[in-house]
Structure formats: structure tokens, C-alpha cells
């Protein structure tokens, strides 16, 4: 079994700090939490800039601050969004692709996000594949929905990405797919051949999901993003406090913990 890629996703676009008082905002707080969570055995980290006032940004400058303090303090893989924030145009959130940083995420599809609407239309994410292509940069292909597999798959026979793949499964999101035990291995089942796969589980859904995938041989996104709790009312103190769990459960299940090194043979990113 491969060893264990660990992702940090550190700040989201829609956490606050009235629902996480430790969550990383400015530039030098990213790159701090980004450190701590390389230390505890992260060996990808997930960024959603913000700006001066804690909002949501896909602003270039922004991005480029934080890849090169994250650079300054160690080797782990800088994974920009190209999600941002729903109101974000296309245009925007293209814009961290420009650093040509090793991986960056490609959502497959529209779907429900709680209250609003994620919208990835065909044309979106054809035009963001081409660029990411150009530019050798790795997508990781975000699924929130089955049928996004099969946009992944349209991606590979236009030209637009090569094989393999490797996908990221944001299950638990309200009004996208559960995430559920059962989800997970429909969605695994369903990738082609080949493939790589980490599974985000939002909320209560993370820890499970995350255990689910180490047994499965895939790998493990955590992080304020997707959970700001350690345990049931009780709030994490820290990304890395999230990370270091996972690190204690795989050495119980005899996973070993991939390094950054590890994770770009891995992922083919060398």
C-alpha cells in the first residue's frame, strides 16, 4: 500500500473567526500554520488567500506572499484554490494558477453549496484544465458529485488533462453528495484505473471518511475548512492538531506517512 499523502486545507473561504478564533488569515499566520502542520506530517497544503479584512481573495499578489513565506519555512506542497469563494469570477479565481505552483485544484461540475450555488460550468473548467496544462501545473480534480467523474474523464479524451489522475473527494457538503462511508466507496469504485484519491469529509464526516480512506489505501485531506472541531463541541486548537491525529491513527493501521518528497513520486509530480 502506498504511503499516506496528508492535506492540510488551513482557512476555507467561507470559515470565520467567530466559528474558529485560531484560524489562520493573513499571509504570515498561513505560513505559520502551514509550518506547524508540515511538522506534524502534512506533506500537501490546501490555501485560500484572504485580504486585509479576512475576506475571501483570489488576488495573484496575495497568493504570491503566501506561496513564498510558506517556501521560506520548508518543502511541503503548495496546493492553491481554484474554487475561491462562489462570487468569485472565473477570471479571479484562475489567477493563483499564474505562480505555476506544483498542483492546484479543479472543481468538475456545479452543485449546491449550502445556501448558494457553486457554479463549474463546461466552459469554466475546460478553460481552467487548458491553462493548468500550459502552465505544468497538476490538477487535483474536486468532486462534489458523481457526475463530475465523468467531466473528469471528458477532461482526458479532449486533450485538457493527462492520466492519471488524481481526485479529491469533498463529501458532507449540504446540498452535494453525504458523506457517508457508502458515498466514498461508490465514488472510488467509479475512477479510472490507475487513479490517485483523497477523500475531505466536511464536518462530523471528516474523521470517519479519513479512517475509511487509510484502510482503502487512499489519502487524507484535513483541516479549519472542512472541520473546525476536534471532538463533539469541542473546537480544534489548530490545523496541525488535526493532522497530528491523523498521523497517530495511520501508525496504528500500519500506513506510513508519505514526506513532500514521497508525495510528488506519488502523484507524479516529478
Known sequence: MEKLIITAALTGAEVTR?????L???????????????????????????????????????????????QAKCDIIFQPSTGGAVWHTPEERLQPVELKPEMATLSCGTCNFGP????????????????MMELGVKPEIEIFERGMIENAKGLVKKGLAKTPLHFDFVLGVPGAAPGTVEDLLYMVRCIP???TWTVAGIGRAELPLATMAMIMGGHVRVGFED???????????????????????AKELGREIATPEEARHILGLK
Open 18 to 22: 467567530e466559528q474558529q478564533p485560531n
Open 24 to 70: 489562520p488569515l493573513t499571509p504570515d499566520e498561513i505560513a505559520q500554520a502551514a509550518y506547524e502542520c508540515y511538522e506534524a506530517g502534512a506533506s500537501i497544503v490546501h490555501v485560500h488567500a484572504r485580504d486585509e479584512e479576512g475576506k475571501p481573495t483570489q488576488s495573484y499578489e496575495v497568493y504570491e506572499e503566501i506561496k513564498q513565506k510558506i
Open 116 to 131: 448558494d450555488v457553486f457554479m463549474n460550468s463546461q466552459e469554466y473548467i475546460e478553460k481552467f484544465a487548458k491553462r
Open 193 to 195: 484505473e490507475g487513479s
Open 227 to 249: 472541520n473546525v472541531y476536534y471532538g463533539k463541541g469541542e473546537l480544534a486548537e489548530s490545523n496541525a492538531q488535526l493532522v497530528a491525529r491523523i498521523l497517530r491513527i
